[in-house]
């Protein structure tokens, strides 16, 4: 069955990095739209990156914009989110999920914890 | 990302009906079909249960419907159940290609 497993994250100093992955089973990750999303401690949702299923367009959020790279490796089925020149407000929840059609959202991995603090 | 509104928190009793709005702009939830309701359980994923505005995925209760008129969409739960407290988050695709999500809302089932 479709699974997401995110792994990568953890405890680091602000200006740091830090690369999250996101391990795909049951479908192949290069067939669909992938993105990012993120829940800081006790706030809400926040988009953060997407890659298109043909891999021709990445967007990013205004708050990681620049900072922030989204990448596939096909043949690890793998989707990983390479997060430079981290900040405090960096510290959140990361989850990864499938596009299945135009923002059809309906697997989501269950998230990595990525804490920012000096 | 422009910023879309939600109410911070909603109550209702068991068996009442709800709704949680959802306010944009032509930029956003305005000008595309493309939105979505998330419920959200303490310390779990986000669960899609509206897309594209009023379709519901497979296995998603009838209970759940959502609608938009203008710049606002709604999400309506008929028959409140205990199992509906959570917090629910609309998100609409933008004018940029991207995703903006509103501020979130608690629904507290009396």
């Known amino acids: 069955q479709v699974q997401l497993v995110e792994s990568g994250g953890g405890a680091v100093q602000p200006g740091t990095s830090l690369r999250l992955s996101c391990v795909a089973s049951?479908?192949?990750?290069?067939?669909?739209?992938m993105h990012w999303f993120r829940q800081g401690p006790g706030k809400g949702l926040e988009w953060v990156a997407d890659?298109?299923?043909?891999?021709?367009?990445?967007y990013y959020g205004d708050s990681v914009k620049g900072r922030f790279t989204v990448s596939r490796d096909p043949s690890r089925n793998t989707l990983y989110l390479q997060m430079n020149s981290l900040r405090l407000d960096d510290t959140a929840v990361y989850f990864c999920?499938?596009?299945?059609?135009?923002?059809?959202?309906?697997?989501w991995g269950q998230g990595t914890l990525v804490t920012v603090s000096s | 990302q422009s910023a879309v509104a939600q109410p911070a928190s909603v109550s209702g009793s068991p068996g009442q009906s709800i709704a949680i709005s959802c306010a944009g702009t032509?930029?956003?939830?305005?000008?595309?079909?493309?939105v979505s309701w998330f419920q959200q359980h303490p310390g779990k994923a986000p669960k899609l249960i509206i897309y594209d505005v009023s379709n519901r995925p497979s296995g998603v209760s009838d209970r759940f419907s959502g609608s938009k008129s203008g710049n606002t969409a709604s999400l309506t739960i008929s028959g409140l159940q205990a199992e509906d407290e959570a917090d629910y988050y609309c998100?609409?695709?933008?004018?940029?290609?991207?995703?903006?999500f509103g501020g979130g809302t608690k629904l507290t089932v009396l």
């Open positions: 032509s930029s956003d939830v305005g000008g595309y079909n493309h």
């Open positions: 998100a609409s695709c933008t004018s940029t290609n991207t995703l903006v």
């Open positions: 999920a499938r596009d299945d059609a135009s923002y059809y959202f309906n697997y």
């Open positions: 890659v298109w299923a043909d891999g021709t367009h990445k």
């Open positions: 049951g479908f192949t990750l290069s067939s669909y739209g």
